[in-house]
Antibody, heavy 120, light 113 residues
Framework: EVQLVESGGGLVQSGGSLRLSCAASGFTFSSYAMSWVRQAPGKGLEWVSSISSGGTTYYADSVKGRFTISRDNSKNTLYLQMNSLRAEDTAVYYC??????????????WGNGTTVTVSS | DIVMTQSPDFLGVSLGERATINCKSSQSVSYSSNDKNSLAWYQQKPGQPPKLLIYWASTRESGVPDRFSGSGSGTDFTLTISSLQAEDVAVYYCHQYYSSPFTFGPGTKVDIK
């Protein structure tokens, strides 16, 4: 069964850091692009970042320079290092698999999300 | 950046009736080389992650009921639920994966009238 399980969320003060992890199983992780998508309380979906199977990265302007996406194919794990956190980063963060190794493909499998709360 | 808009914001439909959701992109999301449109539709129920329904604008994901269909090209797209069922109550989002930033529409809430 294809599965994505996020972890690492929690309560952090404004200006602090967190590292989110997404453990993948049931598919050949190294062959797929991956993404982080977030959803603030009561709001819509916001794309955050993507990484291709080859390691090319993309970021939303709202997180560029503060967040870093990475992957460890030997551990089948996706990461999101979040620094200089702001109250507006408060959201549920979803890990999503893209359907191809390219980031220019649709997310087709989603985790259940991990909640990040930034207190001001 | 490609801005995605959806209409309406809210849709109340009687059980068994048709639901139609529109999505518009500020730029074309169509590849001229193969006529493919990089547009997906997702369904999200409360407390759950999004679920992929449609990709390439009109290809139904495996396991998705055939009452869900997608159409459109270029900048204008439609998601149609041909006969609304109680389990279809959800928020529906369109999403373009044509260019970074990979943006989502604001969502359309579908409920029973």
């Amino acid at each position: 069964e294809v599965q994505l399980v996020e972890s690492g969320g929690g309560l952090v003060q404004s200006g602090g850091s967190l590292r989110l992890s997404c453990a993948a199983s049931g598919f050949t992780f190294s062959s797929y692009a991956m993404s982080w998508v977030r959803q603030a309380p009561g709001k819509g979906l916001e794309w955050v970042s993507s990484i291709s199977s080859g390691g090319t990265t993309y970021y939303a302007d709202s997180v560029k320079g503060r967040f870093t996406i990475s992957r460890d194919n030997s551990k089948n794990t996706l990461y999101l290092q979040m620094n200089s956190l702001r109250a507006e980063d408060t959201a549920v963060y979803y890990c999503a698999r893209k359907s191809l190794g390219s980031c220019y493909s649709q997310p087709d499998v989603w985790g259940n999300g991990t909640t990040v709360t930034v207190s001001s | 950046d490609i801005v995605m808009t959806q209409s309406p914001d809210f849709l109340g439909v009687s059980l068994g009736e048709r639901a139609t959701i529109n999505c518009k992109s500020s730029q074309s999301v169509s590849y001229s080389s193969n006529d493919k449109n990089s547009l997906a539709w997702y369904q999200q129920k409360p407390g759950q992650p999004p679920k992929l329904l449609i990709y390439w604008a009109s290809t139904r994901e495996s396991g998705v009921p055939d009452r869900f269909s997608g159409s459109g090209s270029g900048t204008d797209f439609t998601l149609t639920i041909s006969s609304l069922q109680a389990e279809d109550v959800a928020v529906y989002y369109c999403h373009q994966y044509y260019s970074s930033p990979f943006t989502f529409g604001p969502g359309t809430k579908v409920d029973i009238k």
